[in-house]
């Protein structure tokens, strides 16, 4: 599996969905959350609401996600070389990754890799004034570093950072984030040429990566 974290705004879920094309099963780990939420936590404060959760079973959410993990699982196997891996994000805390890579059945014989998105706090804020879907409400910089990005950091996200076996930068642009990406995914053993077409990416030739 591919772990891709990252704060609010880093890119993780656009970089997934690019690979959901390139035979990766996405799973939006923040997706499950909120549908949870809908299920049976509605009247409450969202973020009261998973706290309280989390606080009386510490990997309900895990298993949420490790329950999707096995349906992708049993999916690729299925599959007869459609689906070639999983890529899950959203993940903010080392023990829930580690919790999940510990768990998770099998579905290929590549190692787990933890990448993180990087960007820095002027890039994700103009981002988030730019999202069409505006999951965030408008806020000012410094009530947008302070409560969502605090919260990030509150949640694990810089030590995931220095956990990660990999950093991308995510302010060279989507197009060269999905070219070390695919970098990263070959290294792993993962089809190249079938799935993840990295000699010809983005309007670039391998090797020739964009500044």
């Known amino acids: 599996m591919i772990f891709l974290t990252g704060h609010h705004g880093s890119g993780k879920s656009t970089l997934a969905k690019r690979f959901s094309v390139r ?18 936590g509605s009247g409450q404060d969202f973020h009261d609401w998973a ?7 510490p990997n309900y959410f895990n298993d949420c996600v490790l329950e999707k993990i096995v349906q992708a699982h049993n999916e690729i196997t299925e599959s007869d070389g ?18 999940i890579k510990h768990n ?5 014989l590549h190692s787990d890799t933890v990448v993180y998105l ?13 999202r069409p879907d505006k999951k ?8 947008f570093v302070a409560k969502y990005l605090a919260f990030d ?13 990999e950093v991308i930068d995510s302010c060279i642009g989507p197009d ?22 990295i000699r010809e990416l983005g309007g670039y030739q391998y090797g020739e990566l964009r500044r």
């Open 51 to 57: 706290t309280s959760v989390s606080h009386g079973n």
């Open 176 to 197: 060269n984030v999905e070219y070390r990406l695919c970098e990263i995914a070959v290294s792993q053993g993962y089809q190249t040429e079938q799935k993840l077409e």
């Open 23 to 40: 035979g990766f099963i996405h799973i939006e780990t923040g997706n499950i959350v909120r549908n949870k939420y809908k299920e049976i």
């Open 118 to 130: 990087d960007a820095t706090y002027d890039e994700l804020y103009r981002r988030q004034l730019a």
């Open 82 to 99: 459609e689906y070639i891996g999983i890529i899950v994000d959203g993940n903010r805390q080392i023990s829930g990754i580690e919790y």
């Open 153 to 165: 950091n509150e949640m694990g996200l810089e030590q995931i950072k220095a956990y990660a076996d």
């Open 104 to 108: 998770a059945p099998s579905a290929d």
């Open 136 to 143: 965030i409400p408008d806020v000012s910089f410094d009530s």
